[in-house]
Nanobody, 123 residues
């Protein structure tokens, strides 16, 4: 089993920034890639960002590309730097992990999930 714990959510004004972090523990991580999803009120969970097999960032182009940056300090962690936040970014943000070779943007690829952290952007 892998445990994922998110931190860094909160309330911010539009145009502001937040940095989310996720720490993984519980098993080896070499075959897993971590990423971020979010669920806004009344909407389905949607893909935000992850890494490709080669280690490059992969983003949902329509909503966050150019404003969000995914990074990692080591194999057991992942961060999401969110800049120029908008009210429509308000959601619960989830850290998740999938096995290498699975579809990066497909929620069904992700086996392990954190509990989520709330991000609220006020207008």
């Amino acid at each position: 089993q892998m445990q994922l714990v998110e931190s860094g959510g909160g309330l911010v004004q539009a145009g502001g920034s937040l940095r989310l972090s996720c720490a993984a523990s519980g098993r080896t991580f070499s075959n897993y890639i971590m990423g971020w999803f979010r669920r806004a009120p009344g909407k389905e969970r949607e893909f935000v960002a992850t890494f490709t097999w080669s280690g490059n960032g992969l983003y949902d182009a329509d909503s966050v590309k150019g404003r969000f940056t995914i990074s990692r300090d080591d194999a057991n962690s992942v961060n999401l730097q969110m800049n120029s936040l908008k009210p429509e970014d308000t959601a619960v943000y989830y850290c998740a992990a999938r096995q290498r070779g699975t579809q990066a943007m497909d929620v069904r690829s992700y086996i392990y999930w954190g509990q989520g952290t709330q991000v609220t952007v006020s207008s």
